[in-house]
C-alpha cells in the first residue's frame, strides 16, 4: 500500500518523533516537490533531521506532478503543497492521500481519494498496539507542532 502526504501528516509526525509510524503503516510514501519544499528540510528545524533520515532511507520518496494545468486549478481553493499532493495522488492512483487541512481534505473526497491524516495514524497505531499513550502524543502534537483539533473531535478521538 501506498500514499501521497501532504505537509502537515510529515512534519507534525516528525516533530513529535512519531513519524516512524507512517513508515510501519504505508509501505511507500510520495511527496511532490511542494511539499518537499513547504517541509524546510535544509534547515534546522523540529523534526527536519528525521525527515532527511526517511528520505535518504528511500521510504519517503519525491516524485514530480506531471499534470501542471490541474495543479493551477487547485491552487485556485488550495495551497501549492496540497494542490500538488491531490494531484499526485490520482496520477499515481494512491490508496490513501494523507491530508489534515480541512479544505484540502473536502477536495480530495470530492475527487473519490481516500483520505487520512494525523489523527486517524495516530488511532491506528494505538489500535494495532504500537503506540501505548495516545493522550500524550496529541498533547506533543499541540504543544510542539501547534496542531489544532477541536475538542469535540479530540474527545471523539480518544474515546475510541
Known amino acids: 500500500m501506498f500514499v501521497?502526504?501532504?505537509?502537515?501528516?510529515?512534519?507534525?509526525?516528525?516533530?513529535?518523533?512519531?513519524?516512524?509510524?507512517?513508515?510501519?503503516?504505508?509501505?511507500k510514501i510520495f511527496i511532490p516537490v511542494a511539499v518537499l519544499n513547504e517541509l524546510k528540510i535544509d534547515e534546522e528545524r523540529l523534526g527536519s533531521k528525521a525527515i532527511r533520515e526517511?528520505?535518504?532511507?528511500?521510504?519517503?520518496?519525491?516524485?514530480?506532478?506531471?499534470?501542471?494545468?490541474?495543479?493551477?486549478l487547485l491552487?485556485?481553493?488550495?495551497?501549492?503543497?496540497?494542490?500538488?499532493?491531490?494531484?499526485?495522488?490520482?496520477?499515481?492512483?494512491?490508496?490513501?492521500?494523507?491530508?489534515?487541512?480541512r479544505e484540502g481534505r473536502k477536495v480530495a473526497k470530492s475527487l473519490e481519494l481516500k483520505v487520512t491524516g494525523i489523527l486517524g495514524i495516530l488511532l491506528r497505531a494505538k489500535?494495532?498496539?504500537?503506540?501505548?499513550?495516545?493522550?500524550?502524543?496529541?498533547?506533543?502534537l499541540v504543544s510542539k507542532a501547534g496542531f489544532r483539533i477541536a475538542p469535540n473531535l479530540l474527545e471523539q478521538i480518544l474515546t475510541q
Open 54 to 72: 526517511a528520505i535518504l532511507a528511500g521510504w519517503i520518496h519525491i516524485q514530480e506532478v506531471n499534470n501542471k494545468p490541474f495543479i493551477h
Open 75 to 101: 491552487k485556485q481553493t488550495l495551497d501549492h503543497g496540497e494542490a500538488e499532493a491531490i494531484a499526485l495522488a490520482i496520477e499515481l492512483k494512491a490508496d490513501w492521500i494523507l491530508l489534515d487541512e
Open 127 to 140: 489500535q494495532s498496539g504500537v503506540l501505548d499513550d495516545l493522550q500524550t502524543v496529541i498533547d506533543d
Open 4 to 27: 501521497v502526504s501532504n505537509t502537515s501528516p510529515i512534519l507534525n509526525l516528525a516533530i513529535v518523533d512519531q513519524l516512524f509510524l507512517l513508515n510501519q503503516q504505508f509501505s
